[in-house]
């Protein structure tokens, strides 16, 4: 029996990360359903959740669960920053040889983290979930989400895997590389393919919200999908080079045309519609990108000002 102890207290400790934002419905669900899973894990494990600023009661009910046990520990921020921003901060204060992002509304299976640990004892860094279902999302969500991924992976160096969230398994060297990372305009999706390392994938059945509603709507979605792609490429940047010396060489033809015309038959007063649209499309071409190179040069702003990711108000059960 002794053996046996001694032999548990060496197993590996998993970290366990919720980044939580106005969650009260669900936190309950979430940790009887993480209990569940845990009472049959052999792993040592800690519960990370980030409380990224919530307005209802999240965090005093957090505050419970962390004073009836010392392995779930809670960060607080002083305001909301955003999920991407409560990802990192989960990862930085996570001391777990094995760290896993899962989202508290439970549409993230914690019995999947079984198949996890199995490939990551296997020897994969990273073992990531891929959606095999997205039926409880509306249909232009979907239509959308899918064109975003092929968006993604047309113009970006590292591709993300269609329908992979957060909901994955890191090994500690994987989550040290990323800590590395000092972007502050983070798209987390991309950072963890960045860092690359021997990976996995494993499909899940996406459950349906366990309580609450969702806090993304598609302006929040759109805004996400805009950063996700100023973050990772340079192409809608580099594009415009092509675009406009394609555009110019037209203009020289173009000119060069009514230039002999001009010379052959005289001027004529003609062609007013044409001129109209032309001015109008050139116009529209012209703040089209003057707004791609603004998006860029607001992240620029951003990285400059150097501010830090987050604001931490307190942590519960954690040594700084």
């Keep these: 029996m002794r053996e046996f102890e001694e032999n548990m207290e060496k197993r590996e400790l998993i970290s366990i990360i919720a980044p939580i934002y106005n969650e009260e419905a669900a936190i309950d669900i979430f940790f009887a359903e993480m209990r569940k899973f845990l009472a049959t894990c052999s792993y040592r494990y800690e519960i990370i959740c ?4 919530s307005s209802d009661n999240t965090l005093n009910i957090l505050k419970k669960y962390a004073t009836e046990d010392k392995r779930i520990k809670v960060v607080s921020f002083s305001r909301n920053f955003g999920k991407e921003r409560a990802l990192y901060a989960g990862l930085k204060y996570s001391s777990g040889d094995a760290v896993i992002p899962i989202d508290a509304d439970l ?59 957060d909901f994955r398994l890191m090994d500690r060297k ?48 759109w805004n996400f999908a805009l ?52 001015i109008l499309f050139f116009g529209g071409i012209q703040l089209l990108v003057l707004g791609i190179f603004g998006e860029y040069i607001g992240r620029i702003m951003i990285e400059v000002k150097n501010r830090p990711l987050y604001i931490v108000d307190e942590v519960i059960n954690i040594s700084e």
């Design 50 to 53: 980030v409380n990224d600023g």
């Design 107 to 165: 549409q993230h299976p914690p019995i999947v983290i079984n198949a996890f640990l199995n490939k990551w004892e296997e020897g994969y860094d990273i073992v990531y979930g891929v959606r095999k279902n997205r039926e409880n999302e509306g249909r232009l969500r979907r239509f959308l989400s899918k064109k975003f991924y092929e968006l993604y992976n047309l113009i970006a160096e590292q591709k993300a895997p269609y329908n992979a969230g």
């Design 174 to 221: 994987v989550v040290d590389a990323i800590l590395k990372i000092q972007e502050k305009q983070l798209f987390m999706k991309g950072i963890f393919n960045w860092v690359g390392y021997k990976a996995y994938s494993i499909e899940y059945a996406c459950a349906a919200r366990a309580a609450g509603i969702s806090k993304f709507n598609f302006w929040k979605l």
């Design 227 to 278: 950063d996700g792609i100023t973050a990772t490429s340079t192409f809608p940047l580099r594009i415009w080079t092509y675009l406009g010396g394609g555009i110019a060489l037209i203009s020289f033809f173009i000119a060069l045309f009514f230039l002999i015309k001009t010379l052959i038959w005289g001027d004529t007063v003609q062609g007013f519609p044409t001129l109209v649209i032309l």
